[in-house]
């Protein structure tokens, strides 16, 4: 049964043992999964579509013949869903698109005395994006991988996805791919797809770079296979910090721990308070909804609440553990903000569930996990870029190569002193 764990915040070694934040536990944890799927890995590498199909078979209990979806069932997806779905992915559509358009990057040019330096931006030419399924297909997902890099202007998007038991893929997600003008979808999922995605088969063309959430085995592969392919970043099981006072209901406030509980069995959820009354207020109320869970529920997944000596401390909490969702339902959410200095997502007052970010209020639900908020950020049109700078020295500013040609000489580079030199004494 889940759990509702009430403490004092005494330390962060005590957060890093509640929440499994120990460097060195999780570098083991990661071993362990990267050991199951490196096989996956090398069969896919190795035999292509028939290991493709003997890991579908195996893990979703689907016998694949064909691992391209048609255009024709695609086309259905949309035609399948009802009116009131299709304006919910609309809206959600059209407010991801207006964020995210800020996030365009153009190439720059400056000049530095008589020379010119500068960086080109392009767009990566071949993208797949990971949409999970499991319990739940996440038509949510698809439009949170896929405006952004139409956005940064993506020639070709591939979309990767478990089928189910029958072989088909959920509607809602074709719905997506079809009003998105996606026509390209895989009925893979899992490690097998990533590595599909990665190496090619005789039905995939190997993809540039693999963007998107999944679960374990999907980030594994993701994490061995970076650098051969490009990857977004490792997004693991959900996780939420709310740092709270009495101008939210407790009764809210439980209920944005419960959706985030319901996630995943390894998702986060943490209510951070310098006031007892309503930690206890959230609790009980925690416990009243409890009594009666929707089927969907995760009730092993644990639940924290900690009482912090005050305010400034629950900010240098949210710091340390660097969230993936980070709630600020205070009295002054932002004069808090000036506070943060690491999240991935952030969301102000008591009217900004994270639930309101998973479905479309516009930044992207892609975000960094286990603290990666420290070194990382939510997926973006800037992921899809690639950028080269470039040099055009002017040839009456050569004196300076004499100072360069004096590093390379330090560092026993005989052939770079010497094509420096040449220049400087033309």
């Given at each position: 049964?889940?759990?509702?764990?009430?403490?004092?915040?005494?330390?962060?070694?005590?957060?890093?043992?509640?929440?499994?934040?120990?460097?060195h536990d999780l570098f083991e944890f990661w071993q362990g999964v990267e050991r199951e799927v490196q096989p996956i890995i090398e069969a896919v590498r190795r035999e292509g579509d028939q290991a493709?199909?003997?890991?579908?078979?195996?893990?979703?209990?689907?016998?694949?013949?064909?691992?391209?979806?048609?255009?024709?069932?695609?086309?259905?997806?949309?035609?399948?869903?009802?009116?009131?779905?299709?304006?919910?992915?609309?809206?959600?559509?059209?407010?991801?698109?207006?964020?995210?358009?800020?996030?365009?990057?153009?190439?720059?040019?400056?000049?530095?005395?008589?020379?010119?330096?500068?960086?080109?931006?392009?767009?990566?030419?071949?993208?797949?994006?990971?949409?999970?399924?499991?319990?739940?297909?996440?038509?949510?997902?698809?439009?949170?991988?896929?405006?952004?890099?139409?956005?940064?202007?993506?020639?070709?998007?591939?979309?990767?996805?478990?089928?189910?038991?029958?072989?088909?893929?959920?509607?809602?997600?074709?719905?997506?791919?079809?009003?998105?003008?996606?026509?390209?979808?895989?009925?893979?999922?899992?490690?097998?797809?990533?590595?599909?995605?990665?190496?090619?088969?005789?039905?995939?063309?190997?993809?540039?770079?693999?963007?998107?959430?999944?679960?374990?085995?999907?980030?594994?592969?993701?994490?061995?296979?970076?650098?051969?392919?490009?990857?977004?970043?490792?997004?693991?099981?959900?996780?939420?910090?709310?740092?709270?006072?009495?101008?939210?209901?407790?009764?809210?406030?439980?209920?944005?721990?419960?959706?985030?509980?319901?996630?995943?069995?390894?998702?986060?959820?943490?209510?951070?308070?310098?006031?007892?009354?309503?930690?206890?207020?959230?609790?009980?109320?925690?416990?009243?909804?409890?009594?009666?869970?929707?089927?969907?529920?995760?009730?092993?997944?644990?639940?924290?609440?900690?009482?912090?000596?005050?305010?400034?401390?629950?900010?240098?909490?949210?710091?340390?553990?660097?969230?993936?969702?980070?709630?600020?339902?205070?009295?002054?959410?932002?004069?808090?903000?000036?506070?943060?200095?690491?999240?991935?997502?952030?969301?102000?007052?008591?009217?900004?569930?994270?639930?309101?970010?998973?479905?479309?209020?516009?930044?992207?639900?892609?975000?960094?996990?286990?603290?990666?908020?420290?070194?990382?950020?939510?997926?973006?049109?800037?992921?899809?870029?690639?950028?080269?700078?470039?040099?055009?020295?002017?040839?009456?500013?050569?004196?300076?190569?004499?100072?360069?040609?004096?590093?390379?000489?330090?560092?026993?580079?005989?052939?770079?002193?010497?094509?420096?030199?040449?220049?400087?004494?033309?």
């Open positions: 049964m889940t759990e509702i764990v009430l403490k004092p915040m005494i330390s962060t070694e005590q957060l890093e043992r509640d929440l499994r934040f120990n460097r493709v199909c003997f890991y579908t078979e195996k893990f979703e209990g689907c016998t694949l013949r064909d691992l391209l979806v048609p255009q024709e069932e695609i086309k259905k997806g949309w035609q399948g869903v009802n009116s009131k779905l299709k304006k919910a992915i609309a809206t959600a559509l059209e407010k991801i698109r207006d964020f995210h358009l800020h996030q365009t990057m153009t190439s720059t040019l400056y000049q530095r005395n008589l020379s010119y330096l500068g960086e080109l931006v392009h767009s990566i030419e071949r993208v797949g994006c990971y949409i999970p399924g499991g319990r739940f297909p996440y038509p949510s997902s698809c439009l949170m991988t896929i405006i952004p890099a139409q956005i940064a202007g993506v020639k070709e998007i591939a979309v990767f996805t478990p089928p189910a038991a029958d072989g088909s893929v959920s509607s809602e997600i074709l719905a997506c791919c079809a009003l998105l003008g996606v026509h390209e979808v895989y009925r893979i999922g899992g490690a097998q797809a990533i590595a599909a995605a990665c190496f090619g088969t005789e039905s995939v063309k190997p993809v540039d770079k693999i963007v998107g959430p999944g679960n374990i085995y999907v980030t594994a592969a993701k994490k061995l296979l970076h650098g051969i392919v490009g990857t977004d970043l490792l997004a693991g099981p959900s996780e939420v910090v709310i740092i709270a006072d009495e101008s939210t209901p407790p009764e809210w406030i439980a209920l944005d721990l419960l959706a985030q509980a319901e996630h995943d069995p390894m998702s986060l959820a943490i209510l951070v308070s310098w006031q007892e009354k309503l930690l206890l207020a959230v609790k009980k109320r925690l416990e009243r909804e409890l009594q009666n869970v929707p089927f969907s529920f995760e009730k092993s997944v644990p639940l924290f609440l900690y009482q912090v000596e005050s305010k400034e401390v629950a900010f240098e909490v949210a710091n340390f553990l660097a969230p993936e969702h980070l709630e600020l339902a205070t009295h002054t959410p932002f004069e808090d903000l000036k506070k943060i200095q690491r999240a991935g997502s952030i969301f102000l007052g008591p009217y900004a569930p994270v639930a309101l970010g998973d479905y479309g209020y516009g930044p992207n639900h892609v975000l960094p996990t286990y603290q990666g908020a420290r070194f990382a950020s939510p997926l973006s049109v800037r992921d899809f870029y690639t950028i080269s700078s470039f040099i055009f020295p002017h040839p009456r500013e050569t004196a300076d190569y004499l100072y360069h040609a004096t590093l390379a000489q330090k560092e026993g580079l005989w052939y770079h002193y010497k094509s420096l030199l040449a220049r400087f004494r033309k």
